[in-house]
Nanobody, 127 residues
Framework: QVQLVESGGGLVQAGGSLRLSCAASGMTFSSYTMGWFRQAPGKEREFVATINWSGATSYYADSVKGRFTISRDNAKNTVYLQMNNLKPEDTAVYYC????????????????????WGQGTQVTVSS
């Protein structure tokens, strides 16, 4: 079965950096768009970034554009989220997710478009 396992979260000071990883198994990783979402306490889950199956196309939420970079290594079945210049408002549980559509980026910003999710990793940014 499909499994997504995130790692790399932690506590960092404002202005610092973290790199999240998401290791996938049980699927043809190179055929699916992958996304990162986050959820802060008391808030809805929100889109952060997405990357298509080949790694050639990516999109970001306006709140992280220019600070976060999504990438993937299809040989390692892993997607990454490099987070720089972190802010306290980036504090959340971060989830990676696999799109439900084969080789498609339709509605990439919509959580309902993803049908497999990791367990999440906590990112805490102190001021």
């Amino acid at each position: 079965q499909v499994q997504l396992v995130e790692s790399g979260g932690g506590l960092v000071q404002a202005g610092g950096s973290l790199r999240l990883s998401c290791a996938a198994s049980g699927m043809t990783f190179s055929s699916y768009t992958m996304g990162w979402f986050r959820q802060a306490p008391g808030k809805e889950r929100e889109f952060v970034a997405t990357i298509n199956w080949s790694g050639a196309t990516s999109y970001y939420a306006d709140s992280v554009k220019g600070r976060f970079t999504i990438s993937r290594d299809n040989a390692k079945n892993t997607v990454y989220l490099q987070m720089n210049n972190l802010k306290p408002e980036d504090t959340a549980v971060y989830y990676c997710a696999r799109s439900s559509s084969y080789r498609n980026m339709r509605d990439y910003y919509y959580a309902g478009q993803y049908n497999y999710w990791g367990q999440g990793t906590q990112v805490t940014v102190s001021s």
